[in-house]
């Protein structure tokens, strides 16, 4: 098992609490939100959420759509999803284990499926047969999606980044989504906004690590300005 691999999966294992404490700063302006439901209209979507931790977008996404199921390979991500999503009050979701390149789900029964900042995992925790891997879930999603669904993926450009910088690495897979697989692209900000520049220097390092807290912090700031991509494409593929 790679560092990278061992390092993220020992947060999502053990740290899921603390890993939601830092994603709830993200987006304070709602940009997310308000792209993908130009993107998509959301209202009265069947929904299949791959990757989906401890339900950012599970909570964002059930605000509208008529249905969401919510997977995940990691048991304790979802054990922190399902009580927040019971203190929405809303009944309009499902949570389970599944494996991004294999869901237990009939073929044919989404109108949206989506995945955020899961897929790009890839890269870090199989470098060696990541295109085939990434080939394999989007495959997944077009199997799950009904005709004329639509398959949206958002992932980083560069966290403490004003303008889309992503990693070659990144670069890598993002290229092969648009040159390989026809999907179209956009990026907005979706900044964190910490509650103090101590909250900000505790959870950035948590989870982007020392140099980058040390690269874009000053020891005063509460925002980190962050660039996201989403990717999204349209059945027949
Ligand atoms: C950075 S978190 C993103 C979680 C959530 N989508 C969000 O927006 O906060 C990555 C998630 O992807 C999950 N994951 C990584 N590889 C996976 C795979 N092959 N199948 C299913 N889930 C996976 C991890 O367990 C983790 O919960």
């Known amino acids: 098992m790679t560092a990278r691999r061992n390092f993220f999966q020992n947060i999502y294992r053990h740290r899921a609490e603390k890993y939601d404490r830092l ?10 939100f308000a792209a993908l439901n130009e993107i998509i209209p959301l209202d009265g979507l069947r929904v299949v959420e791959f990757g989906a931790g401890t339900g950012r977008l599970t909570r964002l996404l059930s605000v509208l759509v008529k249905l969401i199921y919510a997977f995940d390979i990691e048991p304790a991500m979802l054990r922190q999803l399902a009580p927040q999503m019971r203190a929405t009050g809303t ?27 899961s897929f790009a995992h890839v890269m870090g925790w199989h470098p060696e047969d990541w295109l085939s891997r990434t080939d394999a879930m989007l495959a997944e999603m077009a199997r799950i999606l009904k005709p004329g669904g639509t398959a949206v993926l958002i992932e980083t450009l560069g966290t403490g980044r004003r303008r889309p910088q992503p990693t070659d690495k990144l670069a890598r897979l993002y290229r092969h989504w648009q040159e390989r697989h026809g999907f179209q692209s956009r ?51």
């Open 91 to 117: 009944a309009n979701w499902y949570a389970a284990l599944g494996e991004n390149g294999r869901m237990p789900l009939a073929s044919n029964c989404a109108d949206l499926v989506i995945e955020g900042w």
């Open 187 to 237: 990026w907005i900000r979706t900044d964190f906004q910490f509650a103090s520049p101590a909250e900000a220097d505790e959870l950035t390092r948590f989870f982007f690590g020392d140099a980058l807290a040390d690269e874009c912090l000053t020891g005063s700031d509460v925002i980190l300005p962050e660039c996201t991509g989403i990717w999204w494409k349209r059945i027949p593929w």
């Open 23 to 32: 994603v709830a700063r993200e987006d304070a302006q709602g940009n997310l």
